[in-house]
């Protein structure tokens, strides 16, 4: 893993894989860093040149004070292809991620083959949500608000099954620089695509989660009502499908890029 500086900010990435394979990126949802996304690396590594990476402010990125949006996060990822002369994109974005990918469906359509938007929504959360959120974590910490996330990442049976992926999970979360993380949660707070979503063309899939109660299912059927051709697959999870339900998240994925 290497990092570029973009401007004023440092961002960390990871490019794997042959020149002449398709190229599938990576966002990650807020809170977590690059490895959320080992599941799907492992399996795709031998048919996929894939680069993932840490937005700012989480992982080992920069944290670069005041607020961020939606689009300065997008813009970061454009760059960042631009500095690894990179000029399309299959795109697959988790959550926060999602957002990112929507952004980029609407605006920088000429760098996307495939759009995939996972456990999003066009909007997340009331301000009222996230500002207490914010609030949270600048006096308390990570640990403030880590107990009350993972219960949204997943299921209660999937805690009990698989309690080191979790556990895991949740050291993730709780490493999350907490102004990266308030930045974080400032963009998600800050954006509405709800009337702009439908000007996407790319070919796009729609991935959701049965239990998941912070993008449920019907934001997500909202997504595949408004983006012209787009598909649609419900995974049995809660937030985290690509964890959770990583071998059917990965297939599904596989299917819809097609290597």
């Known amino acids: 893993m290497t990092s570029v500086h973009l401007d004023e900010v440092s961002i960390r990435y990871e490019l794997t894989g042959l020149d002449n394979q398709p190229l599938l990126a990576f966002s990650n ?14 399996a795709l590594r031998k048919g996929f040149r894939i680069l993932r990476y840490d937005m700012r402010g989480q992982g080992e990125s920069s944290v670069v004070p005041g607020g961020g949006t939606i689009e300065k996060f997008a813009r970061d990822f454009v760059r960042l292809l631009d500095m690894l002369s990179i000029d399309r994109v299959n795109f697959c974005g988790l959550s926060m991620g999602g957002m990112i990918g929507m952004w980029l469906g609407v605006n920088a359509p000429d760098r996307l083959d495939r759009l995939v938007l996972c456990n999003t929504a066009s909007r997340i959360g009331t301000r009222d949500t996230w500002n207490t959120r914010i609030a949270s974590v600048r006096q308390g910490g990570m640990q403030a608000v880590s107990a009350a996330v993972i219960e949204r990442w997943f299921t209660p049976e999937f805690r009990m099954a698989s309690p080191g992926l979790v556990t895991r999970a949740q050291r993730m979360l709780e490493a999350s620089p907490i102004e990266g993380y308030a930045s974080c949660c400032s963009a998600i707070r800050d954006m509405d695509q709800t009337d702009c979503i439908g000007r996407i063309r790319i070919p796009t899939l729609v991935i959701a989660g049965t239990h998941d109660a ?46």
């Open 29 to 42: 949802s807020l809170g977590t860093d690059l490895s959320m996304w080992d599941p799907q690396v492992k």
């Open 214 to 259: 912070v993008t449920p299912p019907h934001v997500s059927r909202f997504l595949v009502e408004q983006i012209v051709g787009a598909q649609y697959v419900e995974l049995a999870a809660a937030h985290l499908s690509n964890i959770e339900q990583a071998d059917s998240f990965t297939s599904a994925l596989r299917d819809f890029v097609g290597a």
